[in-house]
Structure formats: structure tokens, C-alpha cells
């Protein structure tokens, strides 16, 4: 089985253009989730997604935003650039209905200059 | 005030040995599940182990179990026998509606 997929695995953007990431999670899996990875903030909880509703957001503003398609698939969209937002953004699928267990992509390590 | 506590910021171990890795949180919340992730320099989180609150053994995967202390909130990573490939980043976390991750304990295993 496939693991979950996210693409590109690098970026690099200037402050002020916005970017779209994108998941595919593991088959079979609803749930699609995003965390932010910085040295200084540790890991964070951005939003998940089920079953393409959004189903909880973290504390970050609304320039970050994201969607689920039909078939699982998730997309995260952050306008407006700014140098903060440079990280590394995770992206985790799970099966909520049997089990909690998430399984994490390798992320896509976006560089704001 | 933190929910997932990581007090060993990094460790060292030497190979064939064994390591624990410390982690304490704080919920009120009756259900919850907790977890350990590594995450070696590539970057990808690996998941390890996975304990829920109402699980009544300690879990365990291979070389990786889970010392679960409930009354103590305390979720103990142990690794045994460890590998020079176990040198990375290991993150505890916390599910309650969404997961909530330590700091994380840096482990480098020495030859």
C-alpha cells in the first residue's frame, strides 16, 4: 500500500506570492490533516479534513486554507507570503473510523525569501 | 500551560543498549490516544507506537514498547537494543481533537 504523498517536496517562494501543497493520502483514508514544522514553533496543528469537511482548524490565520476533494486528496493554500511562513509543512492521513493512527508524508519544505 | 512534555531536549545511548525517552501531558479528557513519532534528518514522521487511554496493556511494536503510566500521565518511550539507524528526532504527541506534539528529544545512538 502506498504511503501518504505530498507534493512538491521543495518550494521556494518571495514574500507576497501564494503557494498550494498538496496530499494524497494512504487508500482508503478520510482523514487528511496539516501540520506547520518551524525550529522555534515545533509542530502545529493547521486543520483536518474528512470526508471533504473541514473538520477542526488550528490557531493560524485565515491567509492559510485548505480543501478535500472526493477522492481524499488535500490541498493547503497560503496567500500572501511572509517570511514566517517558511517551514515545513507535514501532511498526515488516518482512518478515523477503525482506528487514530496517522501516517505522515515527508512534507514539502517551503522557503519564503 | 503544555499539554506534551519532553523534558530531555537531546540523549545519547550507546548501540545495543537501551533508551527511554521521557514524555508526560496533561488532559482532562477521558479518552485520548497518545503517540511516539522519530523523525530522522529527511524529515518524514515515522510512526512508532500507539497507546489509548483506555488500552489496559502497555502497547508495543518490536523493539519500541510503551511504558504507560495513566495515573502519573506519563508516556514513556523505551527503545531496546538500539540501532545506529535510531539516531533522529523522536516526538511524543497527544490526540484529543487534533494532535498535539512535544518539543521532541534529539537520540543519537553511538558506536
Known amino acids: 500500500k502506498a504511503g501518504v504523498t505530498q507534493t512538491p517536496r521543495y518550494l521556494i517562494k518571495t514574500r507576497g506570492q501564494q503557494v498550494t501543497l498538496s496530499c494524497s493520502p494512504i487508500?482508503?483514508?478520510?482523514?487528511v490533516s496539516w501540520y506547520q514544522q518551524t525550529p522555534g514553533q515545533g509542530l502545529q496543528f493547521l486543520f483536518e479534513y474528512f470526508s471533504e469537511t473541514q473538520r477542526n482548524k488550528g490557531n493560524f490565520p485565515g491567509r492559510f486554507s485548505g480543501r478535500q476533494f472526493s477522492n481524499s486528496r488535500s490541498e493547503m493554500n497560503v496567500s500572501t507570503l511572509e517570511l514566517g511562513d517558511s517551514a515545513l509543512y507535514l501532511c498526515a492521513s488516518s482512518d478515523r473510523a477503525t482506528n487514530e493512527k496517522l501516517f505522515f508524508g515527508s512534507g514539502t519544505q517551503l522557503s519564503v525569501l | 500551560a503544555q499539554k506534551i512534555t519532553q523534558t530531555q531536549p537531546g540523549m545519547f545511548v550507546q548501540e545495543k543498549e537501551a533508551v527511554t525517552l521521557d514524555c508526560t501531558y496533561d488532559?482532562?479528557?477521558?479518552?485520548?490516544?497518545l503517540f511516539w513519532y522519530k523523525q530522522p534528518s529527511s524529515g518524514e514522521m515515522i510512526f512508532l507506537i500507539y497507546q489509548g487511554s483506555y488500552d489496559q496493556q502497555n502497547a508495543t511494536e518490536g523493539r519500541y514498547s510503551l511504558n504507560f503510566q495513566k495515573a502519573r500521565k506519563s508516556a514513556n518511550l523505551v527503545i531496546s537494543a538500539s540501532q545506529l539507524g535510531d539516531s533522529a528526532m523522536y516526538f511524543c504527541a497527544m490526540r484529543e481533537e487534533n494532535l498535539i506534539f512535544g518539543k521532541g528529544t534529539k537520540l543519537s545512538v553511538k558506536p
Open positions: 487508500s482508503g483514508h478520510r482523514s
Open positions: 488532559t482532562s479528557d477521558p479518552s485520548y490516544g
